[in-house]
T-cell receptor, first 115, second 111 residues
Framework: DAGVIQSPRHEVTEMGQEVTLRCKPI?????LFWYRQTMMRGLELLIYFNNNVPIDDSGMPEDRFSAKMPNASFSTLKIQPSEPRDSAVYFC?????????????FGPGTRLTVL | TQLLEQSPQFLSIQEGENLTVYCNSSSVFSSLQWYRQEPGEGPVLLVTVVTGGEVKKLKRLTFQFGDARKDSSLHITAAQPGDTGLYLC???????????FGTGTSLTVIP
């Protein structure tokens, strides 16, 4: 299996621009998670989906952030408009179910820089 | 809100030394996981502990879940350069649907 695939790997944009991050989970997994990692705040859960349905988006920083999962094999995280403080590494992870002992498989991340 | 605090934040040791990393919280977790993350990559799961007091061993790594399921430790024996990385603990909510990650411990093992 190819694992969790994220694109792009690196994104540099200017403040105010729209940014879209993409994720393809592992085939057959039914839970998908979006995380943000910074030096100051560590790894933070933004939102997670189960069977393509958003279950908890309480970690989404503000209305500028939105996430969708139109089908079991694709999800997007959109930031509009982007701000310099959004600069971080964004990870997507998937797991086989929502069980508390399940393994989350992380993608390689997208490093976002907002100038 | 950061529910899990890890210590130390940074650790640099010589090859062959032993070390312990701690993960502490005031919250009770239904399970706890340890991950290792290397530069430019996502975290990779090392182990999951579920029962209070549980001890799991993975080669030179020993993981323990506190009796009250609020804390955990990771002990590495005879550290090797390949152990270098960011170690993260993550506690599962009681619903089991979310994991809250710790602040991380950056380990460097010098050859």
């Amino acid at each position: 299996d190819a694992g969790v695939i994220q694109s792009p790997r690196h994104e540099v944009t200017e403040m105010g621009q729209e940014v879209t991050l993409r994720c393809k989970p592992i085939s057959g997994h039914n839970s998908l998670f979006w995380y943000r990692q910074t030096m100051m705040r560590g790894l933070e859960l933004l939102i997670y989906f189960n069977n393509n349905v958003p279950i908890d988006d309480s970690g989404m920083p503000e209305d500028r952030f939105s996430a969708k999962m139109p089908n079991a094999s694709f999800s997007t995280l959109k930031i509009q408009p982007s701000e310099p403080r959004d600069s971080a590494v964004y990870f997507c992870a998937s797991s086989g179910s929502s069980g508390r002992t399940d393994t989350q498989y992380f993608g390689p991340g997208t490093r976002l820089t907002v100038l | 809100t950061q529910l899990l605090e890890q210590s130390p934040q940074f650790l640099s040791i010589q090859e062959g030394e032993n070390l312990t990393v701690y993960c502490n919280s005031s919250s009770v977790f239904s399970s706890l996981q340890w991950y290792r993350q290397e530069p430019g990559e996502g975290p990779v799961l090392l182990v999951t502990v579920v029962t209070g007091g549980e001890v799991k061993k993975l080669k030179r790594l020993t993981f323990q879940f506190g009796d009250a399921r609020k804390d955990s430790s990771l002990h590495i024996t005879a550290a090797q350069p390949g152990d270098t990385g960011l170690y993260l603990c993550a506690g599962a909510s009681h619903t089991g649907n979310q994991f809250y990650f710790g602040t991380g411990t950056s380990l460097t093992v010098i050859p």
